[in-house]
C-alpha cells in the first residue's frame, strides 16, 4: 500500500555530514507525519527526528542542533541532514510515515527498509 524509500545512508568519518532521504510513494490520501528513527547494534530503536504537517518539527536531545528534518508541502518526501556527526549516531536509520490512505481514513504506519550509517573515529 505505503512503500518508503530511503537513501542517503553510507560511511563518514567523525565531524562529517550525510543528508538522508525518505520517498514515499503508493495510494496516499494524506501524510500527517515523517519521521526518522535508528537503532544501533543492542540497542532499542529511537526516535531520531520527526517533522509533522501541522505542528513543526521535534528532535531527540542527543542530536539537536546537528540534524535537521526537512521536506516538501506534502510531506510525501523528506530530508534528514546530519551534521557533524559523532561514532555514536552509528546506526541503522528508519522512515516512518503515519499516513491515511483515502478520506475519512485513519491513520497508520509504515517503515522503509532502513539504511545503515556508520561515522568513524
Known amino acids: 500500500q505505503v512503500q518508503l524509500e530511503e537513501a542517503g545512508g553510507g560511511l563518514v568519518q567523525a565531524g562529517g555530514s550525510l543528508r538522508l532521504s525518505c520517498a514515499a510513494s503508493?495510494?496516499?490520501?494524506?501524510?500527517?507525519?515523517m519521521s526518522w528513527y535508528r537503532q544501533a547494534p543492542g540497542k532499542e530503536r529511537e526516535l531520531v527526528a520527526a517533522i509533522l504537517s501541522k505542528s513543526g518539527t521535534n528532535y531527540a536531545d542527543s542530536v539537536k542542533g546537528r540534524f535537521t528534518i526537512s521536506g516538501d508541502s506534502t510531506l510525501n518526501t523528506v530530508y534528514l541532514q546530519m551534521n557533524s556527526l559523532k561514532p555514536e549516531d552509528t546506526a541503522v536509520y528508519y522512515c516512518?510515515?503515519?499516513?491515511?490512505?483515502?478520506?475519512?481514513?485513519?491513520?497508520?504506519?509504515?517503515w522503509g527498509q532502513g539504511t545503515q550509517v556508520t561515522v568513524s573515529s
Open positions: 503508493g495510494v496516499i490520501f494524506a501524510i500527517n507525519a
Open positions: 516512518k510515515t503515519s499516513a491515511i490512505l483515502a478520506p475519512r481514513g485513519y491513520a497508520a504506519d509504515y
